[in-house]
């Protein structure tokens, strides 16, 4: 089983649609969530850190289920500049340990 | 600005032709590493840092080396290229967290573009 698991896509949704996304990671003790935004061939960007309480920022939510070991991602009134790949990342190990895991992403695509 | 700077941005080398990828930050953090991206494999982590001269294996680091003699500096060194080196590589640097962990933002560099032929 992969470390962090996420469903590639890609998600075709039209603007003003709401999608969420998933992902899953395996390692039970990891304490630090993100979730970051890829452009096409470019380097990741932080989206958002994701809290146990969940958080939101504008137009975007981020949810952790730390019981069923997952954390989410939901996008309301998607635009076209959503587009873009979004990438999952959990710190892997307690601490004293330098690791962040990347999941290999899931892909949005927003349509006009 | 704060920012991570790697060079060159494209490289195309031939097999065996020892190459130096530079990587540097501005922003006095202790952590950094190196990643490379391929498709359908996501980011993997070749090596890290933790501090100056400070450095550890990721998840593949074969093929590849790293130092650490300054606290800005992160170059990733390929000793002797081979095909199956060519990918995107991303240079990454965070604040050490609380104990150590790593708990706060990864910052990027722009990424380069390695073709070795």
């Known amino acids: 089983r992969k470390e962090v698991e996420q469903d590639p896509g890609p998600f075709n949704v039209p603007e003003g649609a709401t999608v969420a996304f998933n992902c899953t990671y395996s390692?039970?003790?990891?304490?630090?969530f993100f979730w970051y935004r890829q452009d096409c061939r470019k380097e990741p960007k932080l989206l958002m850190s994701v809290y146990s309480s969940g958080n939101e920022d504008g137009r975007f939510t981020a949810q952790l289920n730390r019981a069923s070991q997952y954390i989410s991602l939901l996008i309301r009134d998607s635009k076209l500049s959503d587009s873009a790949t979004y990438l999952c990342v959990v710190n892997g190990l307690p601490s004293g340990t330098y690791k962040y895991i990347f999941g290999t992403g899931t892909r949005l695509k927003v349509l006009a | 600005e704060a920012q991570v700077t790697q060079n060159p941005r494209y490289l195309i080398t031939v097999t065996g032709k020892k190459l130096t990828v530079t990587c540097s930050q501005n922003?006095?953090?202790?952590?950094m590493s190196w990643y490379r991206q391929d498709p359908g494999l996501g980011l993997r982590q070749i090596y890290y840092s933790m501090n100056v001269e400070v450095t550890d294996k990721g998840d593949v680091p074969e093929g590849y080396k790293v130092s650490r003699k300054e606290k800005r500096n992160f170059p990733l060194i390929l000793e002797s290229p081979s095909p199956n080196q060519t990918s995107l590589y991303f240079c990454a640097s965070s604040l050490k967290g609380p104990r150590g962990a790593v708990r706060t933002e990864a910052f990027f560099g722009q990424g380069t573009r390695l073709t070795v032929v």
């Open positions: 922003m006095n953090h202790e952590y």
């Open positions: 390692n039970s003790a990891s304490q630090s």
